[in-house]
C-alpha cells in the first residue's frame, strides 16, 4: 500500500510536525482537530515552520507554499473517511486513545491502516478497540518531527506483516529512518531515556550538581546536543511523568518510579516550554 492520503488527529505540536514532514514530502494531509481554533493554530504552527525553512534556505518560498496548499486543517471527522492511513497524536492518554481508535474505526475505510503516535503506551490494546486488528500500528515520531530522522514502527501482535510493511515504506518515503520495534512500553528510545531522564532529577534532589551543571556535563561529557534538564522541559514534565508512570507500570523497575520533584513541577503547570516555565524559564 503506497499512502497518498494521509490523516493525522491531534491538535499539538507534534500533529503539526508530522503534517509538516507528510506533506513535505508530496502526500496530501487531512488534518483533523476537535475545534477550529485548535485547527487554526495548528495551522499557524505549521506556516510559521515552513517559514523558518525558507529563511534558512532549506526550500524555496514556491516549495513551502506546494507544502502548505497540500495540508486541510478540519473538525469534521468524516473527512478522515478516503485516506490510506491514520496517525493518532492525541494525548498521552489510553483511555482516551481507545475511544479515539473506536470511532476511527467507524469512520476510515476498510483498507485504511490506522496508527498510533504513542511513545510508551501499548498498541495492542488500541488495535482491540477496532475490528481491523491486523491493520493497526505504531508509528512513533520523535519532537520536533521535521527534524528527527527516527521514526519507531511499533508491531503488536495482531499486526500483520503488509501493515508492517506498509508503515516501514510509509517512514522512509517520509525521508526518515525506520526502525522497527517490540509492542512493548518505552519501544526502545524511551524505554533508553527516560530512566536517564529520571535520574537526572533524583541527581538534582541529592545536590550532586545544579541543573546547568548536570546538562552542561552530559552535553560536554557525553556529547549530546542538550543536558536532560533541557530535555524533559522540551518533552514536557507531563509527558514525561506519564511516560513514566508507563514504564513503571510495566516494568515495576524503581528507575522508572517518577521522581516525587517531578509531579510536584506538574501539580504548579510548570510543565517546560510549552508552558513557559519548567526547569527553566521561556518567558
Known sequence: ?????????????????????????????????????????????????????????RCTKAERDEVRARVTATTDFDML??????????????????????ELDQVCSDTAVLATNTS???????AMETGRPERVCGIHFFNPAPVMSLVEVVRPITASDETIAAALAFAEACGKEPVEVKDQAGFVVNALLFGYLNN?????????????????????????????FALLDLVGLDTSVAILD???????????AADPLLRRMVAAERLGRKSGQG?????
Open 200 to 228: 537526572a532529577v533524583r541527581l538534582l534532589q541529592q545536590g550532586v550538581a545544579s541543573k546547568e551543571g548536570i546538562d552542561a556535563a552530559m552535553k560536554g561529557g557525553c556529547g549530546f546536543p542538550m543536558g536532560p
Open 246 to 256: 508507563a514504564l513503571y507500570a510495566e516494568r515495576k523497575d524503581p528507575h522508572y
Open 81 to 102: 473517511g478516503d485516506v490510506d492511513l491514520v496517525i493518532e497524536s492525541i494525548v498521552e492518554d489510553l483511555s482516551a486513545k481507545k475511544h479515539l481508535f473506536t
Open 1 to 57: 500500500m503506497v499512502s497518498k492520503r494521509v490523516g493525522i488527529v491531534g491538535s499539538g505540536i507534534m500533529g503539526a510536525g508530522i503534517a509538516e514532514v507528510v506533506a513535505a514530502h508530496g502526500h496530501d494531509v487531512v488534518l483533523r482537530s476537535r475545534s477550529q481554533s485548535s485547527a487554526d493554530s495548528m495551522l499557524a504552527s505549521l506556516e510559521r515552520s515552513l517559514d523558518r525553512q525558507v529563511e534558512k534556505g
Open 279 to 283: 526547569f527553566y524559564e521561556y518567558r
Open 120 to 126: 510508551t503506551l501499548p498498541v495492542v490494546e488500541l
